[in-house]
Each structure stands twice: as C-alpha cells, then as structure tokens.
C-alpha cells in the first residue's frame, strides 16, 4: 500500500477545516496560565450584579479557553467594576401606567487586568442591556428584572473581553473597549 495518498488526503483535510475555521485546541492557545477573577466590584444599589457580572465573566473567559482558578496560582487577575445601571421605558402596553411598560436594563463595566501585578490592559464603560415587562405579579416582575439585569450583565462581559483574550495572550493593550 502506497502511503502518499493517504498523507496528501490528510493535508487536504487539514487545509479545508482550517479554511472553514476549525481548529485544535483552545481558542487562544497563547493563553497557558490560570487567570483570576475575584468577585466583581458593585458601584450600583443591585446587590445581584455582584455575582451576576462575576459569573458572566467567568462564563465567558472560560468560552474563550481560558482558565479561571484561584488568585495565588493565576498568572493574570481580571478585576471587574460594575459602575451604573439604568433602566428606562421603551414601551408601554394598553396604558400609560408604568406597571404595564417595557423596560431596558443596562449595565456598564470596566476590567482591569494584571499580570504579576503589573497593569496590562484596561477596558472601560462597556455595556450590556436587555429588557423585561413591567406589568403582572409584583413578585414575577421583580424575577423578570433580575433575569434581565443578569442577561446584560452577561452581554456587557462578552463584549468587554473582545480583544481581551488577545492581550493575555500576549498581544497589544487594546485600551477602550466598546
């Protein structure tokens, strides 16, 4: 048995996935030390966006490839600021009245991200939002605002790592986020 053409297929296999954007291992593979994410600093009067923005971030340096583990055996520590959240009216039902309005929720964060305790990179005023109804049970609608106040949270994180993984990486400080 000739073994060039079973070499050749597998070479044309590798270029045709790696084209489609496929690939081996983890999505930054310069990445190879823990990071750290301590619990996120809450600057607003919703004590539920202290674990909310601190899971979402979690969650998404770990959809990333990264791996999260304690302070003193991380390489990198992401500090995360939640600084503001607004909501406003952006629809109302069959009435004027507040309690049937559609209500936006936004989030806005900032990270700070060391490595051996030096500054690397800052993302600031990045924001997430979501929206949920206010109208119903008082006790479901206070439920649908937390799930919202979550749900932007973890759209805010998502969008304040953009870039970020490049950096811990080993890549250029992108500064601003988005």
Same mark, same amino acid.
């Given at each position: 048995? /000739?073994?060039?053409?079973?070499?050749?297929?597998?070479?044309?296999?590798?270029?045709?996935?790696?084209?489609?954007?496929?690939?081996?291992?983890?999505?930054?593979? @310069? &990445?190879?030390?823990?990071?750290? =994410?301590? &619990?996120?600093? /809450?600057?607003?009067?919703?004590?539920?966006? #202290? !674990?909310?923005? #601190?899971?979402?971030?979690?969650?998404? &340096?770990?959809?990333?490839?990264?791996?999260?583990?304690?302070?003193? *055996?991380?390489?990198?520590?992401?500090? @995360? =600021?939640?600084? !503001? =959240?607004?909501?406003?009216?952006?629809?109302?039902? *069959?009435?004027?009245?507040?309690?049937?309005?559609?209500?936006?929720?936004?989030?806005?964060?900032?990270?700070?991200?060391?490595?051996? %305790? $030096?500054? =690397?990179?800052?993302?600031?005023?990045? !924001?997430?939002?979501?929206?949920?109804?206010?109208? @119903?049970?008082?006790?479901?609608?206070?439920?649908? $605002?937390?799930?919202? $106040?979550?749900?932007?949270? %973890?759209?805010?994180?998502? /969008?304040?790592?953009?870039?970020?993984?490049?950096?811990?990486?080993?890549?250029?400080?992108? %500064?601003?986020?988005?």
């Amino acid at each position: 048995m /000739n073994a060039r053409p079973t070499i050749l297929t597998l070479l044309t296999l590798c270029a045709t996935l790696t084209a489609c954007g496929y690939r081996l291992g983890p999505a930054t593979p @310069g &990445l190879t030390m823990p990071v750290a =994410v301590p &619990l996120v600093d /809450n600057q607003t009067a919703e004590p539920e966006l #202290t !674990s909310g923005c #601190t899971e979402a971030l979690v969650a998404q &340096l770990r959809s990333e490839g990264a791996t999260v583990g304690d302070r003193q *055996d991380a390489g990198v520590v992401i500090e @995360g =600021v939640v600084r !503001s =959240v607004e909501e406003r009216v952006v629809a109302f039902g *069959d009435t004027t009245a507040a309690r049937s309005a559609q209500v936006e929720v936004t989030v806005v964060v900032q990270l700070f991200v060391t490595r051996e %305790g $030096q500054p =690397v990179a800052e993302v600031r005023d990045v !924001s997430g939002a979501s929206a949920y109804a206010r109208s @119903g049970d008082p006790l479901e609608v206070s439920t649908r $605002q937390r799930v919202a $106040q979550r749900e932007a949270c %973890g759209e805010a994180m998502a /969008n304040a790592t953009v870039g970020l993984m490049d950096v811990l990486a080993g890549g250029e400080d992108h %500064g601003e986020g988005k």
